[in-house]
């Protein structure tokens, strides 16, 4: 039978053992300096004139008397130190400070005032902590204040592949999600059930573009064509930052090739278009041709024409009246700006030249070459025009514009001429 307790360490009465209240008031002098632990301080120094009862806490570098006694509990007792080594979770409060501590098996620290909290594994304020949520708070609000200037809340992750989030939940069903799920671009994710999420918005992280992956909701036109002003008008809005302005008169010359651009501003389906002829063409037999081209670079004198689009196919020129182009298969244009195509290969054709309004519609281009080179604006949505093109207006677009077109007009004019009006599948979350 061992005659030391296995945890305070007091000495136990042995069998027919003498004296017996020596060894008794061991074991109470034991539990009087270590039960309801209060120490006066945490020193490394023995103090120069202690009394009889008093405790202290010796520090991780002790000196004089305590060099052998690191972190033990030092208590003066019957005019001489008496050593006791703490286990782990022992707690002390130290009255010189008002502060609580705890030994974890190597030192003290604080548990309570002061600065600097470091290492704790789990803290919940009114709540529960657990190993995932090593942090939980149950409050009305939370306050993150500023100390001086601003204040940035940060969560990083280990890599391009992992997540670094806020996620919102309706009990505790997540609903909501923002930050960067997989990748480095910014989403901003919903969900039905917390299970299956559905990308709202994605900004990218290396242009700043922004996309709306499910659509809107959004139904920025009741009708993609407006039939306004008497049977020889159509106007529509052909894209949510396009607008209105007017309209006029434009006679489509012979054998040639009319490009309007137009700025689509997010992924869209185009269905078709308008065109209103009031005169039609003197040539009988004669046709008309639309399409759509990725519009291309200004390469100094010139507009560059990229991509076909779209070929919208052909109506009568010699036909006066509303035109409406309907191709067999919708077109997806992507954020850009794009040339409308439209041409004829008669004479005497008049269509009505809606006017809008549409974002960046001038550009700076280099007009000329060499020593008479300078620098002009040019409207986007002016016409630009190439000419000799019966074979194409005839024959149908080719995949890639082999023609060069010049600009008609340089203006600074903040509007911009559509004779063609682009017919748009409706936006929705579809």
């Known amino acids: ?72 509990i030092a208590a003066y007792q019957d005019g001489a130190w008496a050593y006791y080594a703490p286990k782990p979770g022992w707690r002390a409060y130290i009255e010189a400070v008002s502060d609580l501590h705890i030994f974890d098996g190597s030192s003290w620290r ?25 942090l939980s708070v149950r409050s009305p609000a939370i306050l993150f204040d500023h100390e001086g200037d601003g204040q940035q809340l940060k969560i990083n992750k280990s890599g391009t592949d992992e997540t670094a989030s806020l996620m919102l939940q309706t009990q505790y069903i997540s609903k909501a999600e923002l930050g960067l799920t997989g990748d480095d671009n910014l989403h901003l994710k919903v969900s039905i059930d917390g299970a299956n999420f559905k990308d709202s918005l994605i900004a990218n992280s290396g242009t700043g573009s922004v ?72 040539t009988a037999g004669s046709i008309m041709r639309a399409g759509i081209y990725k519009l291309g670079e200004a390469d100094g004198n010139n507009w560059q024409i990229g991509e076909r689009a779209a070929d919208f196919g052909t109506h009568p020129a010699d036909v006066a009246g509303h035109k409406e182009f309907e191709p067999s298969v919708p077109s997806i244009l992507e954020t850009g700006w794009y040339a409308i195509t439209l ?85 929705t979350s579809n």
């Open 211 to 282: 996309s709306f992956p499910s659509g809107t909701d959004v139904v920025k036109m009741g009708s993609s064509v407006v039939e306004s002003g008497g049977a020889d008008y159509h106007y529509g809005v052909p894209n949510v930052t396009t607008s209105f302005y007017g309209r006029q008169n434009l006679t489509l010359a012979k054998n040639r090739v009319y490009f309007c651009p137009v700025y689509v501003d997010r992924p869209t389906k185009i269905v078709g278009g308008f065109v209103a002829q009031p005169i039609a063409s003197s």
């Open 1 to 72: 039978m061992d005659l030391i307790s296995p945890n305070l360490k007091l000495p136990y009465l042995a069998p027919a053992q003498a004296q017996k209240h020596v060894t008794h008031n061991e074991a109470l002098r034991q539990l009087d300096a270590i039960v309801q632990l209060s120490v006066t301080l945490v020193t490394n120094t023995p103090p120069d004139s202690p009394v009889n009862g008093q405790r202290i806490i010796i520090g991780s570098a002790p000196e004089g008397e305590f060099i052998a006694h690191a972190n033990a």
């Open 343 to 427: 041409g004829t290969n008669g004479a005497g054709v008049m269509v009505r030249n809606v006017r809008t309004f549409q974002p960046c519609q001038s550009f700076l281009i280099k007009t000329g070459n060499g020593t008479t080179a300078d620098l002009r604006f040019s409207g986007a949505a002016s016409h630009l025009y190439a000419n000799n093109t019966a074979n194409e207006i005839e024959n149908g677009f080719s995949e890639n514009w082999q023609l060069t077109p010049v600009h008609d007009l340089q203006t600074v004019q903040p509007y911009g001429y559509l004779p063609f009006i682009p017919k748009w599948e409706k936006w």
């Open 110 to 134: 604080s548990l309570i005032g002061q600065d600097v909290i470091q290492d704790v594994s789990l803290i919940g304020i009114n709540a529960q902590a657990d190993t995932t949520n090593r």
